[in-house]
């Protein structure tokens, strides 16, 4: 295992420090931090940073353990609004691609393995962030030995992407370990890790500061190799205080360097994506709940609104347990906190064993919140928890499968609150909640779909839409019977009596088209065309009698009964575990 170090500052919207003037806080260079898994860290001569005062800066250092898979000379990873610096090796300029080659996704060659992150945020008074970081790399494509160089390493804007280009190759299959610091700040953007602020009961503004890194922030916060597919491990050392993604393992201070902080150590988490790493910085306040014996439930929230935690803390250890018995699989971490922030970009986010709602989605006030809020909560809790297993546990290697992944937990996250509301029946509202709210949108000119190439960073935040959540929980639910191109395909058919044959027409339905609409209304589907007859009647055929090809405008059946029976084509749906809908797409044919 080799440790190679790179120095990396932050970029500051205040101004950029002079890295000549930083310096290495104590508690980042010394000799006390060890992990079972590499060696103690030694102090790292002639390499200095530290936190600015005013700036909101971070400083940080980082490792990565790597494993190497293919032979290599360069090592990429993800770094935003970050500049690099090495005292020997005269960096790059930075550069950007064109949209034409522009590639963002890492290459395959290296594998992170296991991160180890310090973080020290300053919340109050300016907003720094004094970081480190390593992560243990392994190596896919032959990397390089002992005596490692880096030649020259530069940033490219356009992909986020660090790259150091090594003077030898790293050896495949052997594992390295990457270790850079990092200057940074808390940003006012609710992305990567960002800062917040609230008034108290007494009218004082507190600070708080919180992550939320999915699709592509976490690279904001820390170096990292910020994909889905690349799962790592992760042990995160921030300052007393603050919430993390796994158990507290213990906090100390260590040989009196960090000046009276007190430093938390979370257990090493199981393998995941950088996505789903989260911590909060807060005096906020907790209650518990016994429902669960194996999994520690708590919901967190500011020090006057924590009666309103009360209903989320009754029904969300009961969804977790009814989705442990449901999938059969347990929930894998020994926590799970739930935790409403003033400031959040999303409804609620998944991150593993630390979930983020706002607000007005997980807390309950009896005395002022209607149905349709606590229906809210219910949903957003429910969906947040079934993600747990559907994106985390289970994840799409990339964001253009995204639909899979909100899709997924749409759908189980009805299960869900059926099982803590059961008189709310809340299978029976997914046709009225979901599937006409997707008609609707197919039925725009704007409408895409479900799987959509994501290759820049606007792009993939692109992706997180209506379509993505609620169609994709369509195609699911009718899995073999819907398509998942754009729009809602149009069938017509027109029955010729004398001749016993039917022609079937397809086009895609447009609520209101503009005057260049052409380029959207030329598609063409796989669809599934289903029949009953007066002397069968039989409305639960689900197996397709006949495809119309999506190279096809049209279809002919032939074989029809007598001109004095009626022909009905079918398409049946299952929108609950309990009954069978039939929806008639129309009367071909009647006895006259």
């Not at 490792?63 to 293919?70: R, S």
């Not at 189980?412 to 997707?438: C, N, Q």
Request: charged share 20%.
């Amino acid at each position: 295992m080799l440790l190679f170090v790179l120095l990396a500052l932050g970029h500051a919207t205040q101004g950029l420090p002079n890295v000549d003037d930083v310096t290495i806080p104590p508690w980042v260079t010394t000799t006390t931090w060890t992990y079972s898994y590499l060696d103690p860290l030694s102090p790292l001569c002639g390499q200095t940073s530290t936190f600015i005062n005013g700036n909101f800066s971070i400083v940080g250092y980082m490792e990565v353990d790597m494993e190497v898979l293919k032979p290599t000379s360069n090592i990429t990873l993800h770094i935003s609004d970050i500049i690099t610096k090495n005292d020997t090796v005269k960096t790059e300029a930075s550069r950007s691609l064109g949209p034409v080659d522009l590639d963002v996704q890492l290459p395959r060659s290296i594998k992170p393995l296991h991160y180890v992150v310090k973080l020290q945020p300053f919340i109050n008074g300016n907003f720094s962030i004094v970081g480190y970081m390593e992560v243990e790399m392994e190596v896919s494509d032959q990397a390089t030995s002992r005596g490692l160089r880096i030649k020259k390493h530069e940033y490219d804007h356009s992909r986020h992407f660090y790259i150091a280009h090594l003077r030898k190759e790293l050896q495949k299959g052997k594992r390295y370990i990457l270790s850079m610091e990092f200057l940074g700040y808390l940003n006012n953007k609710l992305h990567g890790f960002y800062r917040a602020t609230y008034k108290d009961v007494y009218g004082n503004i507190r600070n708080a500061a919180a992550t939320q890194f999915q699709p592509t922030a976490a690279r904001k916060a820390f170096p990292c190799f910020d994909e889905p597919a690349l799962k790592a491990t992760f042990e995160i050392s921030p300052r007393k205080g603050i919430l993390d993604d796994d158990p507290l393992q213990h906090a100390h201070c260590r040989n009196g360097a960090c000046e009276g902080w007190m430093w938390d150590r979370y257990e090493k988490s199981v393998p995941m994506s950088t996505y789903l790493v989260a911590f909060v910085v807060s005096d906020y306040v907790h209650i518990n709940s016994t429902e669960n014996d194996r999994v520690d439930f708590r919901v967190w929230a500011r020090q006057e609104t924590i009666d309103q935690a009360e209903y989320a803390n009754e029904i969300g250890p009961k969804i977790l347990c009814f989705f442990e018995d449901y999938f059969n699989l347990s929930y894998p971490l020994p926590k799970m906190d739930m935790i409403a922030l003033t400031d959040l970009s999303f409804g609620g986010m998944e991150n593993w064993g630390l979930i983020t709602f706002r607000e007005s989605f997980l807390l309950y006030d009896p005395q002022v919140s209607t149905p349709a809020d606590k229906a809210v909560i219910a949903n957003i809790l429910s969906h947040e928890l079934a993600h747990q297993w559907f994106g985390n546990l289970v994840t799409p290697k990339w964001w253009d499968d995204l639909w899979l992944n909100e899709g997924f937990a749409t759908y189980i996250s009805y299960l869900g609150v059926d099982h803590v509301e059961p008189t709310w029946k809340a299978m029976e509202e997914i046709v009225f909640e979901i599937v006409h709210r997707v008609f609707n949108l197919d039925s725009l000119e704007s409408s895409h779909r479900i799987n959509i190439p994501a290759s820049n960073p606007d792009e993939i935040f692109e992706v997180f839409d209506d379509i993505s959540y609620n169609k994709g929980r369509d195609c699911e639910d009718d899995h073999g019977h819907v398509d998942a191109a754009d729009g809602i395909p149009r069938r017509e058919g027109d029955k010729e009596p004398r001749r016993n044959l039917c022609y079937f027409d397809q086009e895609r339905f447009l609520l209101e088209g503009s005057a260049n609409s052409s380029s959207t209304t030329d598609y063409k589907w796989w669809v599934p065309l289903t029949f009953t007859t007066q002397s069968e009647a039989n409305f639960s055929q689900t197996q397709a009698s006949l495809w119309m090809k999506d190279s096809e405008d049209h279809v002919t059946v032939s074989s029809l009964p007598p001109k004095d029976q009626w022909v009905i084509s079918t398409c049946s749906r299952r929108p609950t575990t309990e009954s069978t809908t039939t929806t008639t797409t129309g009367i071909l044919s009647s006895s006259s």
